[in-house]
């Protein structure tokens, strides 16, 4: 009996051991196969030793549960190597190392997992030259010289050639790499895929290296193979100093496509890893299309909602395809970056793409094609990254350090600063502030930002839809370009306050586009100053329409509204005045409102679209303020030469409206350009309108002329420029060719008049016109059929003085119906121009009305001529009352020269002693001439209010007693007046007596 239960307790503590740690020493040096039960027990503590390679054999079954060994610890000693066995040839099971640790993994050194090459086999199945299986049982694997793919796509041969698709999971991955196509099964097959290491402990150190890499090259070996699986959870702490990748691998001779990147997933509670290396990078041949797709890196901590995800490619820049996000394999992240070439694609089938901060590194991308809206915290874009969202985009700081940023949709930002280009496709939204410094931002739709940019911006900034600066004012500073193709205010509906262009800065707008119905112009609205500070610039030059070269018709793309054509093969473009005639080509009609231009600067003609082209023509600057101060320039002429270029560009538009002060010292231009080297034909001037209530003005530059290409016939003819007081009906035409003499066409009216240049009789009507430098004024019959200013009922044109015709070419001229310089007569003196309206002097009230104070303040008027006199004109303006009422400063001579420039009557009130309270006397005006139509006419007289500043009198009584009695006969008043009144003044005196009432009192 005591035999027996001793043998039952033998029997129990042997079978027992099992459950107890043991601590287990594998020696590798004879490179072993090992299994869980039989070289180890799930409790054991199991350290691999001795240099060698121990192999672990476990199968997992695809369709069935996994398959994975148990220890308590597991410690790979310096110079040993763990891996499992090469899958086989069929995609419906793999080898894998899966490893549950109840403690910690350590690998020490020069120690290793690896399982590079053991993943999915490379092709060469019985020549067929696809990998055997490189996804689950049903993907098709990529065909001859392909590289595998896994995490992401191998590298791209040809399209007869295919390129397998990534699979797996990005926050679990299970699945070895993608073998590469090859050819045979021997040394023309592809290179195999990673393996797969899962490892579950409490503590994970890493200081040797864990490799899932593809099978690394061997001789005549094709497709490369992809990365396999890394994922392991330390619920303690990841730690080390060792490598951790999954990279393709690819063909070193041969350049064949490389395999792409695997997948990594980190699991920790506390990450205090510092790895030389932890890359899932794809093969990088050096073949353009060959490198692999980078594969997927995810860490999470287990104190976090999401994790992070990391797209790096090891600076293989070639890749063909990118890592791809989709439906099957899309999450939440915390972070996202993607660096080192890589390039994270998000399908538009993708169910969602939530990150926290997106941080797209120097020469990567993202191209997010889901059309839903994402909100992020932050995004940063590095050196030449590029970073395009399909959807619209809210961010709270947006950091781009030289990327190309393309959102399709709308972009909400609070804080953004760029270098690079930031294209938004849709409305953009800075809430707090914007600073560039160098960058080139485009918004085609609504721009709404709180100043225009922070700090001192640098760059471009084109807008194509309405921008609202909600500040009101603009400083545009050195090294600021602003193209403002769309309209621009404080608020919807409320104009901008001012604007500052400084030395260095720039406005301008984009180039139009190749039909004439589409062009790009500058029109704004100020309700304040404009002022272009010396060096600044408003410049539009070469931004009209295009110059020829469509298919080598050489034709201008429409240099005017649709319904005119283009100056052909190297004639000069027109707008104002017409281009220059090179051969007999085309020249294509003037055409634009003088008083109110609209219109770009028509293109010359080309004959091809790149070094044969005609210039473009100058754009449009429309600008309305109260104060317009111009000490740089403001240039609108065509585009400038470059070797090779055909016809010249013609003047663009200039229209600037100050309601109080136009002034400046710098220029403002809108002139034809031409070709320097071989006098091809000069664009023809623009056109140039100026209001203000005063012109304090004197520009260095003030002209709209033709390209001077220095050949007969060549030079383009002057545009115009129209300058208009607010106190004169009509403005002052001026026709400067700044001496280009070889104008082949004159600068003609229009025979169909613009009806904003309509403005008497239906037709044109100008203060003065003044021709000079070359500047030829032809009126056509159309305009005006009595060519020698005679009579002339349908007479369309009229201008109240003509500068003096001297019938000298280069000084200018006006004529009639001469079309061309060449025109029989076009020195002869053949029109005088006929006034618009009657001759007269007009009468202006500087502020509606003539107020003066006595002993005070004083008042004016102005008066100017209505026409030209013929000789000098004398108006005298004089006050009815000069004693009591005002006085007025001398005589004012009007002269041919300066009969239209308004002259100011200065009024004074009479500062005398006498009382007249609040009174008005009349300012009326006399003129004489030997001038029969000035001499002794009707001038307006001017009503003077005047306020008195003397005292009103007043009436003292007194007598010689203090009372009178019935029986005296009489009593003594003094009567007194405090001041002489304006006229004699009467008192009535009289007694009131108890019983005989009112009895006169005499005096």
Not at 253 to 261: A, R
Not at 762 to 778: C, D, P, Q, R
Request: hydrophobic share 30%; aromatic share 8%; glycine share 16%.
């Amino acid at each position: 009996m005591w035999m027996c239960f001793l043998c039952i307790l033998v029997l129990a503590l042997l079978g027992s051991a099992s459950s107890f740690a043991a601590a287990v020493s594998i020696d590798c040096s004879t490179n072993p196969t090992i299994a869980q039960g039989v070289d180890f027990q799930t409790t054991d503590d199991v350290t691999l030793t001795t240099s060698g390679t121990c192999t672990l054999t476990t199968d997992q079954d695809e369709a069935g549960a996994d398959s994975y060994v148990s220890m308590a610890s597991l410690t790979i000693n310096t110079d040993v190597t763990l891996t499992h066995a090469v899958s086989g040839t069929t995609a419906s099971h793999h080898n894998e190392i899966d490893i549950r640790l109840t403690g910690n993994l350590t690998i020490n050194g020069t120690g290793s997992i690896n399982v590079a090459g053991k993943g999915y086999n490379g092709g060469g199945a019985t020549g067929y030259g696809y990998t055997n299986g490189n996804l689950t049982g049903s993907g098709v694997g990529s065909f001859v010289y392909a590289g595998g793919s896994h995490g992401g796509k191998g590298g791209y041969y040809s399209g007869t050639y295919p390129t397998a698709a990534a699979y797996d999971s990005i926050v679990n991955p299970v699945l070895p790499g993608g073998g590469g196509g090859g050819n045979n099964s021997t040394n023309l097959r592809g290179m195999n895929g990673g393996g797969v290491v899962k490892i579950t402990a409490t503590n994970v150190t890493i200081d040797g290296s864990i490799n899932a890499n593809g099978e690394t090259f061997a001789s005549g070996y094709y497709g490369g193979g992809a990365g396999g699986t890394i994922n392991i959870n330390a619920s303690g702490t990841l730690s080390g100093t060792g490598s951790v990748t999954a990279n393709g691998t690819y063909n070193t001779t041969s350049n064949y496509p490389g395999g792409g990147g695997g997948r990594i997933a980190l699991y920790y509670g506390t990450d205090s890893s510092s790895f030389s290396s932890l890359l899932a990078a794809g093969g990088n041949p050096s073949n353009a299309n060959y490198d692999g797709a980078a594969g997927t890196i995810y860490k999470k901590a287990s104190a976090s909602s999401y994790g992070s995800l990391t797209i790096d490619n090891n600076s293989a820049a070639q890749a063909y395809y990118t890592t791809s996000m989709d439906s099957t394999n899309d999450d939440s992240f915390s972070t996202v970056t993607i660096k080192n070439k890589a390039t994270l694609t998000i399908d538009s089938g993708a169910s969602a793409f939530a990150v926290t901060t997106l941080d797209v590194q120097a020469n990567s991308s993202l191209d997010c094609n889901l059309a839903s809206s994402l909100t992020l915290t932050t995004i940063t874009s590095g050196s030449s990254a590029t970073v395009d969202f399909a959807g619209n985009v809210t961010v709270t700081t947006y950091t781009d350090s030289g990327a190309s940023n393309i959102l399709q949709g709308t972009l909400d930002v609070t804080t953004m600063e760029a270098t690079g280009t930031v294209t938004v496709t849709g409305a953009m939204t800075v809430v707090t502030g914007y600073t560039s410094t160098g960058a080139t931002t485009t918004v085609t739709g609504t721009l709404t930002m709180p100043a225009f940019f922070s700090g001192t911006p640098t760059g471009t900034l084109t807008t194509n839809g309405t921008a609202y600066i909600s500040a009101g004012s603009v400083t545009i500073p050195n090294g600021m370009t602003w193209n403002a193709n769309g309209t621009v205010q404080k608020a919807s509906g409320t104009s901008l306050t001012g604007m500052t262009i400084q030395s260095g800065g720039t406005l301008s707008h984009t180039v139009a586009s190749t039909t004439a119905d589409t062009y790009n112009k500058i029109d704004l609205t100020i309700n304040g100053d404009l002022t272009v500070d010396s060096g600044g610039s408003v410049n539009v030059v070469g931004k009209g329409y295009n110059g020829g070269g469509n298919t080598g018709y050489g034709y201008t793309n429409g240099n005017s509204n649709s319904s005119s054509v283009g100056s052909f093969i190297t004639a000069g473009g027109s707008h104002g005045g017409r281009g220059g005639l090179s051969t007999s080509t085309q020249v294509a009609a003037a055409y634009d409102s003088i008083v109110n231009p609209t219109l770009p600067g028509g293109g010359g003609g080309g004959n091809n679209a790149t070094t044969l082209r005609g210039m473009n023509g100058g754009g449009v600057v429309r600008i309305t303020a109260t104060n317009i101060t111009i000490n740089g320039t403001v240039n609108a002429n065509g585009e400038a030469f470059a070797s090779g270029y055909y016809g010249g560009g013609a003047g663009g538009t200039i229209y600037l409206s100050a309601s109080s002060t136009l002034s400046g010292t710098g220029s403002v231009t809108a002139n034809g350009t031409y070709n320097t080297t071989s006098n091809y034909g000069g664009g023809g001037g623009g056109r140039i309108a100026l209001y203000y209530a005063t012109d304090s003005s004197s520009f260095s530059s003030l002209l709209a002329a033709g390209g001077n290409s220095g050949s007969a016939s060549s030079d383009g003819a002057a545009g115009t420029i129209y300058k208009k007081s607010s106190s004169f009906t009509y403005g002052n035409l001026v026709i400067n060719n700044n001496g280009a003499t070889g104008a082949y066409y004159t600068t003609s009216l229009l025979t169909t008049i613009p009806s904003s240049d309509q403005l008497y009789n239906s037709g044109y009507a100008f203060h003065s016109v003044t021709f000079s430098n070359a500047g030829i004024l032809n009126i056509p019959t159309a305009v005006d059929s009595v060519t020698n200013g005679g009579a002339n009922t349908d007479r369309k044109f009229f201008a109240n003085g003509c500068t003096a015709d001297d019938d000298t070419l280069s000084t200018g001229e006006i004529v009639a119906e001469k079309s061309t310089y060449g025109a029989s007569g076009i020195t002869t003196a053949d029109y005088t121009c006929v006034a618009a309206g009657s001759v007269g002097v007009t009468v202006a009230e500087t502020s509606g009305s003539t107020n003066v104070i006595e002993g005070g303040a004083t008042d004016t008027y102005t008066l100017v001529l209505n026409t030209q006199p013929t000789a000098d004109v004398t108006v005298t303006p004089a006050c009815s009352d000069t004693s009591l009422g005002c006085t007025i400063s001398t005589a004012l001579t009007f002269t041919a020269s300066n009969w239209d420039t308004a002259q100011t009557v200065t009024v004074t009130a009479v500062n005398d002693t006498t009382y007249e309270g609040t009174h008005s006397t009349t300012a009326s005006q006399t003129s004489s001439s030997s001038d029969t139509n000035y001499n002794g006419i009707s001038i307006s007289s001017v009503t003077v209010n005047i306020t008195d500043n003397d005292t009103a009198p007043s009436i003292a009584f007194s007598t010689t007693s203090s009372s009178g009695l019935e029986s005296v006969t009489s009593v003594n008043l003094e009567v007194s007046l405090s001041a002489a009144g304006p006229m004699r003044q009467w008192i009535m005196l009289s007694r009131l007596e108890q019983r005989r009432g009112l009895v006169p009192i005499t005096r």
